[in-house]
């Protein structure tokens, strides 16, 4: 991830670009989550303008204990993931606290759904998505969570998709004014 801080205009011109691929994917890929019907309508995706407020670099404060947490999902199905630490930060003057799961130990992936003022009205109602990957971490063990990147679940374009639900702890107090719209 390119350093909005040290770098605004490469950090917004990658954001743009994965938008723009993103868009392609789901326009014209076979394994697209917007049915084959739908994708011949479909202008791309809807996003809040990239807004380097919104993009953190942060010490992941992890676990001693890695409790296992159940969540359902969109289908009513149980998962289960590994509360494997937090994220602590401020958005204006409201202090956050962000749980970061792993489906399983080796996982070097970090999932972070979260839920926020937004949810239901300008953003999906279920929450949405932010993926971190190890390679994302910057030296000193400070991690990019960019809301930027936030992105909807598969479920928000097609109810053949059964996407976990954001859990409680994750419903922040906030808007989040980045990363995709409804």
Not at 91 to 111: M, T
Not at 124 to 133: Q, S, V
């Amino acid at each position: 991830m390119v350093d909005p801080m040290q770098e605004p205009d490469a950090w917004k011109e990658k954001i743009l670009r994965n938008r723009a691929e993103k868009d392609r994917y789901l326009s014209k890929d076979e394994k697209s989550p917007i049915p084959q019907e739908k994708r011949g309508n479909f202008k791309g995706l809807n996003y809040y303008p990239p807004d380097s407020n919104f993009s953190f670099l942060l010490a992941l404060h992890e676990h001693a204990e890695k409790d296992v947490t159940v969540v359902k999902d969109s289908k009513g199905n149980d998962r289960r993931y590994i509360r494997w630490g937090e994220f602590r930060f401020d958005v204006g003057d409201v202090e956050i606290v962000l749980q970061a799961y792993k489906s399983e130990v080796g996982e070097k992936r970090l999932f972070v759904p979260f839920k926020d003022l937004t949810s239901g009205n300008e953003t999906y109602g279920a929450g949405r998505y932010l993926d971190m990957e190890t390679e994302e971490c910057f030296s000193g063990g400070k991690w990019a969570l960019d809301f930027n990147e936030a992105f909807n679940p598969y479920c928000a374009y097609s109810h053949n998709y059964a996407c976990p639900l954001v859990p409680p702890e994750n419903w922040l107090k906030v808007r989040i004014e980045a990363g995709e719209k409804s």
